[in-house]
């Protein structure tokens, strides 16, 4: 049993440099990332020490993390508080916000509520254009923008239509083909598939599931949230997306025992350690749950 297990981990952790190869990793965004699944259902907040720790099992540096915290603490993320000769990090609540909302769409039901075209109005034109843009709608024209509805548009000054879409889904598919670049969309979740395939026969000790769960949690996160998440009826047919999302599903669930378990045992904070589990990790579990049956 010791060499099997020996051999998952050496197995792993070569699919760990592997993954960091293909897709290397900045070490703001993994912090980014620590907090998004670990630190933000637990509190939002965490020890430097953890922070580098963890950030050490992916090869980022205790100097790197130092200077990614003191960025993330200058862009109005974090806020620093002192216990004794420990510093501990808490995530602002305007991030704690946004971590929410991107949980929402990284665990929740799907956003597939029909299409929408906003013409925006006001004088940060462009401004606006981004924040559609970056919410996956395409541009028309200077103000005119179409894309999911799902609920970005009230971010920005404007007009919103609720558009109907076509009977012929040939021709919905076509106009999607038109405006949105769904190649580079595929590719991207078609590496993220390769990277993570066979992951779940390793037996993996705590700390390398942890490790493994957060890897899994930041490529996923970068493949998702930048794909514009169109309706299904707009995708091409076996859209590698949806297997995507059944197979971090499965993943996350299945690391998340041990993951969880690790953190109890050493992920720390002035009054005592993060719990294994929260109504927060408990609600995400549950929904990717939901999404599987």
């Given amino acids: 049993m010791a060499v099997a297990t020996n051999s998952a981990h050496a197995e792993a952790n070569r699919l760990i440099r592997r993954i960091i190869g293909e897709t290397p990793l900045k070490a703001a965004g993994f912090i980014v990332t620590i907090y998004g699944d670990v630190v933000e259902p637990r509190g939002g907040i965490a020890w430097i020490g953890n922070l580098i720790e963890t950030c050490a099992g992916v090869g980022i540096s205790e100097t790197l993390v130092r200077t990614a915290v003191s960025r993330l603490v200058a862009a109005g993320q974090l806020s620093g508080e002192r216990e004794g000769r420990r510093s501990y990090y808490r995530l602002s609540e305007p991030a704690r916000s946004e971590f929410s909302a991107a949980a929402r ?27 559609l843009t970056r919410a996956g709608h395409a541009r028309l024209s200077n103000r005119l923008a179409v894309g999911p509805a799902n609920g970005m548009a009230t971010a920005v000054p404007g007009l919103v239509f609720r558009a109907d879409a076509p009977l012929d889904p040939k021709a919905l598919r076509d106009f999607a083909s038109e405006y949105w670049d769904l190649t580079a969309h595929a590719e991207a979740y078609d590496q993220f598939l390769a990277q993570f395939d066979g992951l779940s026969a390793l037996i993996l000790p705590p700390a390398t599931a942890l490790t493994m769960r957060l890897l899994l949690v930041h490529r996923f996160r970068t493949v998702h949230l930048h794909d514009p998440r169109l309706p299904a009826s707009a995708l091409p047919d076996n859209w590698p997306g949806s297997a995507a999302r059944r197979l971090f599903s499965g993943l996350y669930r299945h690391l998340s025992t041990k993951a969880d378990a690790f953190v109890a045992d050493t992920f720390i904070t002035a009054s005592g350690s993060l719990p294994a589990s929260t109504e927060g990790t408990d609600i995400r579990l549950e929904m990717l749950e939901e999404r599987d049956l």
């Fill in 105 to 131: 769409v990284l665990f929740g039901a799907p956003e597939d509520e029909g299409w929408q075209f906003v013409h925006v109005s006001g004088p940060a034109v462009e401004d606006a254009m981004q924040v």
